[in-house]
Structure formats: C-alpha cells, structure tokens
C-alpha cells in the first residue's frame, strides 16, 4: 500500500495564478483533511471531508477551496494564489471513528511545499 | 477558541536522558490525544495516543499521561537516542469531533 500520496511535490507560483493539488489515499479511509504548516505555528486545518461528496471548513479556510468527487482522492484548490498562502500543505486521512465517537489517528501524505511570489 | 499550547518549544538532551513535552488543552470536550515526530523534511508520523478513559500508554521508550481534571497530558521518552532528534507535535480533538487542534512543537535535540 501507498498510504496517502500528494502530488505535485513543489509548486512555484506566481500571485493571481490558480492551482490544485490532489490527494489519494488507498486505506479505504472515510475521513480526509487537508492542513497547513507554517513555522511556529503546527499545523492547522483548512478542510475536511468525512465521506464522498462531503466537504466542511476548517481553521483557516479563506482562499482556498476542496472537492471529495471520489472515496480515495480529496483535491484543494487555490482560486486566486497570495503570498500568504506560501507553505507546506498536508493530507491526511483516517477511518470514521466507531459508535464511541472518539478519535482515531491520522495519517498523513509526504506534503506540498508551495511558494507564491 | 479551543487551542492547545505545547512546552518547551525546544529541548536539548543527553544520549540516554528522559524527555519531557507538556501539552494543555482548552476543550473540556476534547477525548483523544495524539503525539506526532516530524522528521525535518518529512512527514508528521503517529507515534502514540491515549484516549479520555485512559490515564497512562506505553509503548517501549515512549509513554504518554493524561490528566483530564487539569486538561493537561504529556509525552515521556525514556532512554533517548539521537534518532529521537525531531519535531514533537501534540494534538487534541476538536469538542469531542474528529477534528485535531496541534499544538506548535517541540524541537527535540539529543546529543551523543
């Protein structure tokens, strides 16, 4: 198994253009979120999709947008790119927890390092 | 807002010396508690979590301890070696969703 793969690895940008970065994960996992990390700040949630079809905001969703068309691939879409967006982007995936409702682990992609300019 | 800070955001140790990282949390409803090492360059990796229900995990060198009352937990690494050297990052659940909040990190440092 892969795991959870990110494509592309780098991307240089230049402010205004747009792009979109792909996430697949093959562990039948129903839950997928995309974060952000900057320094000294971890890592922080821009969205997330608990199944096929479903998307929900995170933390810090201004700017960007999310698609789940398919169960294994959770894409992120930047319209408009800024400076700020400037960072490394990670997936991540996990199963729906059981009827306990507490959290499972999540299991991350090898991140995007992006540079808008 | 519901946040998680993590102390001390840096931490130089001997080969062979136990580790400490310190988490608090704010969510009264938080109920699952990862620890994640992030290699430079790489990837954040699940390297032990406790539940709610739990007071203490332990796997080999790592163990993690949980005080509900004080809504603080914390990671122990015994026995440190320098391939303990990372990024440490704690995480708490979103008022009792699936979502996580990470704390900033601890740089850990362990020197031959």
């Known amino acids: ?117 | 807002g519901e946040n998680v800070e993590q102390h001390p955001s840096t931490l130089s140790v001997q080969e062979g010396d136990s580790a400490v990282i310190k988490c608090t949390y704010s969510d009264s409803a938080s109920n699952y508690f990862p620890w994640y090492k992030q290699e430079l360059g790489k990837r954040p990796q699940l390297i032990i979590d406790i539940r709610s229900n739990v007071g203490e995990k332990k796997d080999q060198r790592i163990a993690v301890t949980l005080n509900k009352t004080a809504k603080h937990f914390s990671l122990h690494i015994t026995e440190t070696q320098p391939e303990d050297s990372a990024v440490y990052f704690c995480a708490a659940s979103m008022g009792g969703t699936d979502k996580l909040i990470f704390g900033t990190g601890t740089r850990l440092q362990v020197f031959p």
Not at chain 1, 2 to 9: E, F, Y
Not at chain 1, 30 to 48: A, V
Request: contains cysteine; hydrophobic residues 30%; positive net charge.
């Open chain 1, 1 to 117: 198994n892969a795991g959870v793969t990110q494509t592309p690895k780098f991307r240089v940008l230049k402010t205004g253009q747009s792009m979109t970065l792909l996430c697949a994960q093959d562990m039948n996992h129903e839950y997928m979120y995309w974060y952000r990390q900057d320094p000294g700040m971890g890592l922080r949630l821009i969205h997330y999709s608990v199944g096929e079809g479903t998307t929900a905001k995170g933390e810090v969703p201004d700017g960007y947008n999310v698609s789940r068309l398919k169960k294994q691939n959770f894409l992120l879409g930047l319209e408009s790119a800024a400076p700020s967006q400037t960072s490394v982007y990670f997936c991540a995936s996990s199963y729906r927890p059981g009827t306990s409702g507490i959290g499972v682990g999540q299991y991350f992609g090898p991140g995007t390092r992006l540079t808008v300019t």
